[in-house]
């Protein structure tokens, strides 16, 4: 599994829908590619959610060497969506893995379409992450329809599927084996291969698995 | 129990006031409850419901009076700035003797203040959400599971009683995410509303429904009748939580986000040997008047802790009728006290206790 992360693409999109875990997984990527010895920098596109984002986690970032941009307005009392230049510069660079923490839906994603022509240019992955137990994507057909509605917004096509299921500190493992299905309709509809499964780290009983910790 | 989700608390009071047989949602987005009417405008038209994006709350407001007054379940949402703009419309609905439901997700005031959780609307929610003498009934959930559980109540009890019905939550409870479970729906066995506009099919009068009443002698009955009603809800309908308060020495008094982050700190406290227990008011109005009363003889010094410089903390000391000192903690402006500033506050109380 850490094979299938060291070779995504230098840009990395990290889409869904709202609350199925794309700032968690994002954090825990970054540190991951850092720890495969990539020059990692994480872009907090997400205009949609007020509270929690990308940019609470700047001092992990830090201490690890690991870059983030976030929006200017990015957790103050104001509500600007307004993103800021060097975002392109770090697309362009390769020498840089670039995570792009993308906003919820079809609406978060609409942010990315001003993005559309740099990362067809430099090669991008988009990774849809999935939680069968979000309650609006509880059926594959459900996350298939809101996964066309984002590939609509952001004019990119996905490349890997990320399974993210969990009902936060009530998580258990029977819980994820039961998505195991649910992940094989979305597989077979999509044609989307599996980037990986994520578990809570204290959950986690020597399964090849990507684990979460939990930063939150 | 039944099949659980992972929710946002804004989706799931979403969810829940759909199950609760809301088919008609008035909104206007505004930080921190915009996920409400986002939830709405995506399921609402799947299940035949109408979600209608209105041009202002004041608009939203009175497009619930209108079509409550039809007798169907509808509700508007909004955050502190967007209340004040429909406390007209409130108003004119409590007059109107017509059910609904509103959601106040609050955030920092006054003024557009910022898009932080906060408590600072309890005076706003309780004692003045529009002009005239009305009260409505106010629920304050502490979790996701209890959003869901509470706004199935708020349109019983509205139904009920023929009168608005606020959620009043905080940023933090609408933002955090929680597993929940859904009752059985609640949408067949609905009473029909006799009074409501909705066609006389000439086989009745029509029915009126109307705040003005332009003489005194019969505005001030239709305000009396209606305060007879309020004394029963203050009698039958008060809601609270009662923890580890049995042998308690002290009391913390908290609601919502608050209770949360209280009931760690009397944890801890309880840990070092403080006899302490917390009061957590899921109606604020009607207010556990008499249960705080009760607490008041028992123990020695109360603790209030809100989100905000101090408004429940009225009721409280109101209820306790100088039995017992009542003292306050509270963080403002969005900012969210921790366990450690509470239990630090309540080891104050000990300390200067023992003195």
């Known amino acids: 599994m850490i094979h299938k992360i060291q070779n995504l693409k230098k840009n990395i999109v990290i889409t869904g829908h709202y609350g199925s875990g794309k700032t968690c997984f994002a954090v825990n990527l970054a540190l991951a590619l850092k720890e495969l010895h990539k020059d990692v920098v994480v872009v907090d596109l997400d205009t949609v959610n007020p509270y929690f984002r990308t940019a609470d986690y700047s001092d992990i970032f830090k201490e690890k060497g690991i870059e983030l941009i976030s929006p200017i307005f990015a957790n103050t009392n104001l509500d600007i969506p307004a993103l800021t230049a060097n975002i392109e510069a770090v697309l362009q660079n390769k020498d840089k893995t670039v995570i792009l923490d993308v906003g919820g839906d079809d609406a978060g994603a609409i942010a990315l379409g001003r993005y559309n022509s740099i990362l067809k240019e430099q090669g991008y992955d988009f990774i849809y992450m999935f939680n069968k137990y979000r309650y609006l994507t509880k059926t594959p057909h459900e996350a298939v329809e809101l996964l066309k509605d984002i590939e609509q917004a952001s004019r990119l096509n996905p490349t890997y599927l990320v399974n993210n299921s969990n009902l936060g500190v009530e998580t258990t493992l029977e819980d994820l084996e039961q998505t195991n299905e649910y992940t094989k309709q979305l597989k077979d509809i999509t044609q989307l291969p599996l980037l990986c499964t994520c578990i809570r780290s204290d959950l986690n009983n020597n399964l090849d698995l990507f684990e979460i910790k939990t930063i939150f | ?355």
């Open chain 2, 1 to 355: 129990m039944s099949e659980k989700f992972l929710m946002k608390g804004n989706e799931a009071l979403a969810e829940a006031a759909i199950r609760a047989g809301c088919r008609h949602f008035f909104g206007y987005p505004i930080t921190p409850q915009t996920e409400i009417s986002a939830y709405m405008s995506k399921r609402m038209p799947k299940i035949g419901g109408t979600y209608l994006q209105a041009e202002s709350e004041v608009a939203a407001i009175n497009m619930v009076l209108g079509a409550a007054s039809a007798g169907v379940r509808a509700m508007t949402s909004s955050s502190s700035p967007g209340i004040s703009l429909k406390s007209e419309g409130v108003s004119y609905i409590a007059g109107s003797d017509v059910p609904c439901v509103i959601i106040d997700v609050m955030r920092g005031g006054p003024g557009l203040g910022g898009i932080q959780p906060s408590q600072a609307d309890y005076w706003q929610a309780t004692k003045s959400l529009g002009h005239g003498d009305f009260q409505i009934l106010v629920y304050a959930p502490a979790s996701v599971q209890e959003m869901v559980d509470l706004m199935y109540k708020a349109f019983d009890k509205s139904d009920e009683y023929r009168m608005p019905a606020m959620i009043l939550a905080d940023g933090m409870l609408g933002q955090m995410m929680e597993p929940v479970s859904f009752p059985e729906d609640n949408t067949s066995n609905l009473k029909e509303k006799e009074w409501a506009t909705n066609g006389t099919k000439e086989a009745r009068k029509p029915n009126i429904i109307n705040s003005l009443l332009l003489n005194p002698d019969e505005l001030e009955k239709s305000i009396v009748e209606r305060y007879k009603k309020y004394d029963i809800i203050k009698e039958k309908e008060v809601l609270f939580e009662d923890y580890l308060t049995d042998d308690a020495d002290f009391v913390v008094v908290a609601y919502g986000a608050t209770s949360r982050i209280s009931k760690s700190a009397v944890n801890e406290a309880r840990k070092k040997g403080i006899k302490v227990g917390l009061l957590r008011p899921k109606t604020l109005w009607p207010f556990p008047t008499e249960k705080l009363y009760q607490l008041s003889k028992q123990v020695k010094k109360m603790l209030v802790v809100e989100m905000s410089m101090g408004q429940m903390v009225d009721d409280v000391k109101l209820s306790t009728k100088g039995n017992c000192p009542v003292e306050f903690y509270g963080r403002t402006g969005g900012v969210i006290p921790t366990p450690k500033e509470v239990l630090n506050e309540i080891i104050k109380l000990a300390e200067k206790e023992g003195e």
